[in-house]
């Protein structure tokens, strides 16, 4: 298959041809495609030497899907023109992802419903991901009625001038800032900007689109957090349930979920970290008990690669399901 990577000269970009060729995805054409001043730079792909390419030379080489990571704008003006021209475009912006007409997918969760006629497909939030693949067993079995999410967000969620915003800072180094304060050694209950209720994009992306994907009738309500880890991103959850439930079935129903691994023993001390998870394409679970303080509530701990799972490897999984349908 002809591939173009929109944005493949940054950070998710790099990931995702790094997973392309883990998952042994059969390419016969990569198109990288960046921005004006990456045009014509070489990426080697496997041996392939890929030239950069800007966006209408891209859509005009007509390839049979473009996974695109290059921000909301780029997504809106560009997706639909590969789409006339027959690609179906993977997007990994927030640009679609509550259009009505377009599919949110997380392959394990509602991967099936895809068909030939849909020709843009939404990837959602990273935080979102990771949650909903862990709700989703759960939700089936005892009903969710209400989520309580709080996260601990990565800074690589905000891109390389926040990773060097870090480095910068760890070596008394004044540079440009990615944040409007520091972030080493601090935590900023802030990700993405605030809308007129108080609450950040990212955490209406946790609420809106967990309810697109899995269920409008259940209740989320989520606080979001920056934290000073260069990767994956954690979350706190405490899920209502309208039914009642046995903590060996859930460990059961989540270690039989595809795409989840658990780590779930506090006497050994096993529970999800970042660096577990670091380059690891699973979603980790652990510290799963019943909350004491009312009925039918569980809490649990939930881990994951941000530019994996939460980006590139959802994205190509997508991209495998395409290629069966084809």
Not at 281 to 286: K, M, R
Request: charged share 25%; glycine share 8%.
């Amino acid at each position: 298959m002809r591939i173009a990577v929109v944005g493949a000269t940054g950070m998710v970009g790099g990931i995702m041809l790094k997973v392309l060729r883990e998952f042994s995805f059969p390419i016969t054409e990569l198109i990288p495609v960046a921005s004006e001043k990456s045009v014509g730079k070489v990426i080697d792909f496997g041996g392939m030497q890929c030239p950069v390419v800007g966006l209408q030379t891209a859509v005009e080489m007509t390839p049979d899907i473009a996974i695109f990571s290059a921000g909301g704008q780029t997504s809106l003006d560009w997706a639909p023109k590969f789409a006339e021209v027959g690609t179906v475009v993977i997007d990994n912006s927030s640009a679609w992802r509550m259009d009505p007409s377009k599919k949110l997918i997380v392959p394990e969760i509602n991967g099936s419903t895809l068909t030939k006629a849909d020709k843009i497909i939404a990837n959602p939030n990273c935080s979102t991901i990771q949650l909903v693949l862990t709700l989703k067993p759960l939700h089936e079995k005892y009903k969710i009625k209400r989520v309580v999410v709080s996260t601990y967000q990565s800074i690589t969620g905000s891109g390389m001038k926040a990773m060097q915003q870090m480095e910068n800072e760890r070596q008394g180094i004044n540079g440009e800032m990615a944040y409007p304060y520091k972030i080493d050694q601090n935590c900023i209950p802030a990700c993405d900007s605030f809308e007129e209720n108080g609450y950040t994009k990212e955490e209406m992306k946790l609420t809106n689109e967990t309810k697109k994907i899995l269920d409008p009738a259940i209740n989320v309500t989520a606080t979001a957090v920056r934290v000073p880890v260069m990767g994956g991103h954690s979350e706190s959850v405490n899920i209502e349930f309208e039914n009642d439930f046995d903590l060996a079935e859930v460990r059961q129903l989540l270690f039989q979920q595809e795409g989840i691994t658990l780590k779930d023993d506090p006497t050994t001390n096993t529970y999800p970290m970042p660096l577990y998870s670091k380059d690891k394409n699973d979603v980790f679970v652990g510290r799963i008990r019943r909350d004491e303080s009312q009925k039918n509530t569980l809490n649990l701990w939930i881990v994951s690669d941000n530019l994996r799972k939460g980006a590139a490897t959802n994205a190509v999984q997508i991209a495998e399901i395409v290629r069966g349908l084809k």
